[in-house]
């Protein structure tokens, strides 16, 4: 079965899609991402405090991006179903959630079947409505007894631990801090450290580094989970904004420092079995300042990419909604209750019939 995943992180650096085969196992075959203008990204971030017109405004011209995101993914192909994520522009924890991009404008423009809003249906049984990621990491790496740390580094990082006692945690910050402050220091003119460059040619600043390190947030037992409103463009200007104007590279190094630290520090204080092996998925996989760093840290403990999985580490999460919506439309439960906290596991996501959806009811699909 062909299947579509669409997500657009934290970040918001734009809608991540993958064309994905769903049999025994899961296959990455195609996979892009189409970058927000940064005057949409802007737009987008500014959505937590936007009227409900402009909310309702939003949906739709999200929902655009993430049809043509799918369109120009699926090139034609027969898929079954696309599974989309949406773009956060709220979350509390077991409370309430919105994800926007509006799955009828996607399912209109692709006549495929969408599934949509995994979040609600988790928070509804009880859980926090996150991580949702864990499932897959459970059916992707579940088989076997090896311990591994699943860390993505999308704008907030965090980690599945499958294997030993199973667990999965915010560990805090992954590009955002470093995003920002590349943003700052190049007036806008780029988004991220690209390849780790900057990084590379500044020191690191190892007082700065531990006092970083002592926010509350680190020290908070887990199950526990961040967003871009704690390491923010504040948090960063409140502790080192003069390094930042004076100093740029020796900042944006100790941040991507800090940013390695966090995670290894985390299962260091929070993880008790002996890991095996750590593979790093999401953006910060192609920071090669942020993996040294993560390799040293954890020595011996191999740190490898998702891609020597065979799957790219910037497909990763889009192809996990790729596989929750085969689980919806195939009717099985897809969340992990262990991750959320929920009362039970639940079949999350809401379907928008498409051309194929009478055919996909009756198991003849596609
Ligand atoms: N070549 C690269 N070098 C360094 N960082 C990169 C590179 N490519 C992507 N990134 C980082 O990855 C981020 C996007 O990662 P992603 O996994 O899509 O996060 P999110 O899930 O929050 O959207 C970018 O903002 C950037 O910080
Ligand atoms: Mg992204």
Known sequence: ?????????????????????????????????????????????????????????????IGERFAEAARRIMRGAPVTVI????????????????????????????GVTVVADFRPRDIAAGGQ?????????????????????LQNIGGIANVTIVGGKRTAFDTGPGNALIDEAVRIATRGRQEYDEDGRIAARGSVDEALVARLMGHPYFAKRPPKSTGRELFSRTFLLERC???????????????TCFTARSIADAYRRFVRDRIDEVVVSGGGALNPV?????????????????????????????????????????????????????????????????????????????
């Open 83 to 110: 599974g989309s994520h949406g773009q956060t522009v709220w979350h509390e924890p077991g409370r309430h959630t919105l994800q926007l991009g509006e799955a009828s404008v996607i399912a209109e423009r692709t």
């Open 129 to 149: 409505g996150a991580p949702l990621v864990p499932y897959v990491d459970a059916y992707l790496f579940g088989g076997d007894s090896r311990v591994r740390a």
């Open 290 to 366: 942020l993996m040294r760093h993560l390799r040293e840290m954890l020595d011996p403990v191999p740190v490898r990419s998702l891609s020597a999985y065979g799957i790219d580490p910037m497909a990763k999460e889009a192809a996990a909604f790729a596989l929750l919506a085969v689980e919806a439309v195939r009717g099985r439960l897809n969340t992990a209750a262990w991750a959320t906290g929920a009362r039970r596991g639940v079949v999350a996501g809401k379907i928008v019939p498409g051309r194929n959806f009478i055919r996909l009811l009756t198991g003849a699909a596609p």
């Open 1 to 61: 079965m062909l299947a579509v995943g669409l997500m657009s992180g934290t970040s918001a650096d734009g809608v991540t899609a993958v064309l994905v085969r769903v049999g025994r196992g899961l296959r990455v075959l195609r996979h892009r991402t189409f970058p927000f203008h940064p005057r949409e990204r802007r737009r987008i971030l500014s959505l937590a405090t936007a009227d409900a017109r402009v909310l309702s405004e939003a949906n739709f011209w």
């Open 241 to 255: 904004e003069r390094m930042l104007r004076s100093r740029a590279e020796d900042a944006i190094a100790t941040l």
